[in-house]
Nanobody, 126 residues
Framework: VQLQASGGGLVQAGGSLRLSCTDS????????ISWFRQAPGTEREFVAT??????????DYANSVKGRFTISRDNTKNTVYLQMNSLKPEDTAVYYC??????????????????WGQGTQVTVSS
C-alpha cells in the first residue's frame, strides 16, 4: 500500500481543514488507517485512527485533539478523512497517514505502520 495525503494548507486559529488519505492503486479496505503528525525537531506523533470495516470501523484519538478532530472513512471512495476543527497554532505540522494491521493497543506507535506518503503541511497562524 502507498498512501497519499492531501488537503493541508494555511488557516487561522479557530479555523477548519479536512485532510484526505487514499491509495490510488489499491484498496485500503483491509487496513486500519491512522493519522500522525510531525513538527520540526519532533518525533512523529499519533493523532487519530480508524479501524478497517471488518473490525467495525471504530475510532480513537490523541487527547490533544479529542473533541476537535474527527476521523472517518468512505469505503466507496477508498479514502480516509481527518476533519480538523477549532485549529490551534500547536496543530501546525506535516500530517501523514499510515496503514497497519496491528492491534489497537499498539496503534499509537509509528513503527507499526507502512505506506507513508509524502505528507501534507498544515500551518495554523495565531
Amino acid at each position: 500500500v502507498q498512501l497519499q495525503a492531501s488537503g493541508g494548507g494555511l488557516v487561522q486559529a479557530g479555523g477548519s481543514l479536512r485532510l484526505s488519505c487514499t491509495d490510488s492503486g489499491r484498496s485500503i479496505r483491509g487496513y486500519h488507517i491512522s493519522w500522525f503528525r510531525q513538527a520540526p525537531g519532533t518525533e512523529r506523533e499519533f493523532v487519530a485512527t480508524v479501524s478497517r470495516p471488518g473490525s467495525g470501523g471504530s475510532t480513537d484519538y490523541a487527547n490533544s485533539v479529542k473533541g476537535r478532530f474527527t476521523i472517518s472513512r468512505d469505503n466507496t471512495k477508498n479514502t480516509v478523512y481527518l476533519q480538523m476543527n477549532s485549529l490551534k497554532p500547536e496543530d501546525t505540522a506535516v500530517y501523514y497517514c499510515g496503514a497497519t494491521t496491528t492491534v489497537l493497543s499498539a496503534r499509537q506507535t509509528a513503527d507499526y505502520y507502512y505506506g507513508w506518503g509524502q505528507g501534507t503541511q498544515v500551518t495554523v497562524s495565531s
